[in-house]
Nanobody, 121 residues
Framework: QVQLVESGGGLVQPGGSLSLSCAAS????????MEWHRQAPGKQRQMVAH???????TYGESVKGRFTISRDNGKNSVTLQMNDLKYEDTAVYSC???????????????WGQGTQVTVSS
């Protein structure tokens, strides 16, 4: 069974930094795009950062210059380094990846369980 397991998150003061990590586990052939999304209370989920298998990155406008996404293809993992955090970054952050499992044809979307990031003084 393929899973995305997240770690990191927590409480941080404005201007601080946090790092989130996500690793794919289970039986699969390959991992395609990997992304981080977030959802704040009462708001729609939004894509925060995206990285292709080749390492090409895309960021949401609100996090450009502050967040950095990176991946380790050998470990099938993705990291989101968040700097200069703001109150409005408070949300549940979820990892997303497109993965080709061994037990069925095609590529499928998988989500992590989500981790809370709270920016507060």
């Amino acid at each position: 069974q393929v899973q995305l397991v997240e770690s990191g998150g927590g409480l941080v003061q404005p201007g601080g930094s946090l790092s989130l990590s996500c690793a794919a586990s289970g039986d699969f052939f390959s991992v395609g795009v990997m992304e981080w999304h977030r959802q704040a209370p009462g708001k729609q989920r939004q894509m925060v950062a995206h990285v292709t298998g080749a390492g090409v990155t895309t960021y949401g406008e609100s996090v450009k210059g502050r967040f950095t996404i990176s991946r380790d293809n050998g470990k099938n993992s993705v990291t989101l380094q968040m700097n200069d955090l703001k109150y409005e970054d408070t949300a549940v952050y979820s990892c997303y990846a497109e993965i080709t499992p061994v037990d069925k044809p095609g590529r499928y979307a998988y989500w992590g369980q989500g981790t809370q990031v709270t920016v507060s003084s």
